[in-house]
């Protein structure tokens, strides 16, 4: 038995850490072993739909996407496209895996479409609103400020996905982050350029959007898989946070411009990439648990902080007051004729004299877990 065991474990598939595979993003992410990508970020073709040059009031051209790999001959082939590679996508993700994918009115909503037939969950759409958008020259539409990006779970029952809730408060003042985020287009030193000056990849895009997305929504030492690698930002805030990528690509002046510039990148410090947590990022675990560890055993009387109320702990980590009996919170909540209770935070029990709240016994019970 162990011997087939090891057999097996040799003959899988493994993971192409740090890697740039160069190819076809669909045929790259289906040599990738199933569940095994934290996160999947795509920037897919927006398939733009341009007609004809765009000038600006001076005459001079935009600078527009017009690359061969933007281009569809319909929006059927387009929707085909777009099912192929995240059919290909939700198998490498992870049952806790999370999916972002950015896109413009032309694609999105399509993308969005197709998304939840194939069975991913939406959690969020989110705004990237651009602080310094191009104009809309033409004087016709309104000028395009913002992109949309849809995070997804792989499934409609998914648990255990990542969000660094609290991480994020922090980052935003100690304000819930919002769905509709500030950030400024590529530009400046930042931005890759040829030695002609030009732009090594016309939709590049800025650091500080994966950055958010990455704290937000993985951990360090995580696998983010980029199907749309391009110049290769996914793979440089990865290294910088201590993050796994892997990314595919088939321009080989991406390629080489991405390499470059993700050696260039120092990873962040072990502390440095630590992020703060709150009660609702930790491990569940219920009274019943602490009762049966002997940390506050059977018989113990519990009481509220001015021992107003008093309850008796029971074998199955219930409370009894006489006439009710039920959970730490059911108990507390009935007790101050209340319809909710936190019960961890009013319950307390006697230890050398004083009351302490009976969180401080879980948090070692968390604290063994962790071990």
């Given at each position: 038995?162990?011997k087939s065991?090891?057999?097996?474990q040799?003959?899988?598939?493994?993971?192409?850490?740090?890697?740039i595979?160069v190819?076809?993003?669909?045929a790259?992410l289906?040599?990738?072993?199933?569940?095994s990508a934290?996160l999947?970020?795509?920037d897919?073709?927006?398939?733009l739909?341009?007609a004809?040059a765009?000038?600006?009031p001076d005459q001079s051209q935009?600078d527009?996407?017009?690359?061969?790999w933007?281009q569809?001959q319909?929006f059927q082939?387009?929707d085909?496209f777009?099912?192929a590679w995240?059919?290909?996508?939700r198998r490498?993700l992870k049952?806790t895996?999370?999916?972002?994918v950015i896109?413009?009115?032309?694609?999105?909503f399509?993308?969005?479409?197709?998304?939840q037939d194939?069975?991913?969950?939406?959690?969020n759409?989110?705004?990237?609103?651009?602080s310094?958008p191009m104009?809309?020259f033409?004087g016709?539409r309104?000028?395009?400020?913002?992109?949309?990006?849809?995070w997804?779970?792989?499934?409609?029952?998914a648990?255990?996905?990542t969000?660094n809730y609290?991480?994020?408060?922090v980052m935003?003042d100690?304000?819930?982050?919002?769905?509709d985020?500030v950030?400024?287009?590529c530009?400046?030193?930042e931005?890759?350029?040829d030695?002609d000056?030009?732009?090594?990849?016309?939709?590049q895009k800025?650091e500080?959007?994966?950055h958010?997305i990455?704290?937000a929504?993985?951990?360090?030492g995580?696998?983010v898989?980029d199907?749309?690698?391009?110049?290769?930002?996914?793979?440089?805030?990865?290294r910088?946070?201590?993050?796994?990528?892997i990314g595919m690509?088939?321009?080989?002046?991406y390629?080489a411009?991405?390499?470059a510039?993700?050696?260039?990148?120092?990873?962040a410090?072990?502390?440095?990439?630590?992020v703060v947590?709150?009660?609702?990022?930790?491990?569940r675990?219920?009274?019943?648990?602490?009762?049966?560890?002997?940390?506050?055993p059977?018989?113990?009387?519990l009481?509220?902080a001015r021992r107003?109320?008093?309850?008796?702990v029971?074998?199955?980590g219930?409370?009894?007051?006489g006439?009710?009996?039920?959970?730490?919170?059911k108990?507390?909540?009935?007790?101050q004729?209340?319809?909710?209770?936190?019960?961890?935070?009013?319950?307390?029990?006697?230890?050398?004299?004083?009351?302490?709240?009976?969180?401080?016994a879980?948090?070692?019970?968390r604290k063994?877990l962790a071990?």
């Open positions: 038995m162990a065991s090891s057999r097996a040799e003959a899988a598939p493994t993971l192409p850490i740090d890697e595979l190819g076809d993003c669909v790259a289906d040599r990738l072993p199933a569940n934290d999947v970020f795509a897919p073709p927006y398939n739909q341009l004809g765009l000038h600006r935009v527009a996407v017009d690359d061969a933007d569809f319909s082939a387009y085909a777009t099912r995240l059919l290909a996508a490498v049952p895996g999370g999916l972002w896109g413009s009115y032309h694609n999105i399509r993308v969005g479409s197709i998304l194939l069975g991913f969950w939406i959690l759409d989110v705004l990237w609103v651009k310094n104009p809309n033409k016709r309104f000028t395009n400020a913002h992109e949309t990006l849809i997804a779970a792989r499934d409609p029952d648990k255990g996905y969000f609290d991480a994020l408060k935003n100690d304000l819930q982050m919002r769905s985020w950030i400024p287009l530009t400046g030193a931005r890759l350029k030695t000056g030009r732009k090594v990849h016309p939709t800025p500080a959007l994966l958010r990455m704290v929504t993985t951990k360090p995580d696998v898989v199907p749309f690698f391009g110049s290769g930002t996914t793979g440089a805030v990865a910088r946070l201590g993050r796994h990528f690509e088939r321009d080989p002046d390629i411009a991405a390499r510039r993700i050696d260039a990148v120092e990873p410090t072990e502390a440095a990439l630590q947590s709150g009660k609702r990022a930790q491990k675990v219920p009274f019943g648990v602490v009762v049966e560890r002997g940390l506050i059977p018989g113990t009387s009481f509220d107003r109320h008093q309850a008796l029971r074998a199955d219930s409370l009894d007051v006439d009710i009996q039920g959970s730490i919170h108990i507390g909540a009935h007790v004729g209340l319809e909710a209770c936190n019960g961890w935070t009013f319950w307390h029990f006697e230890d050398a004299g004083r009351l302490r709240p009976i969180d401080d879980r948090d070692i019970v063994s071990a």
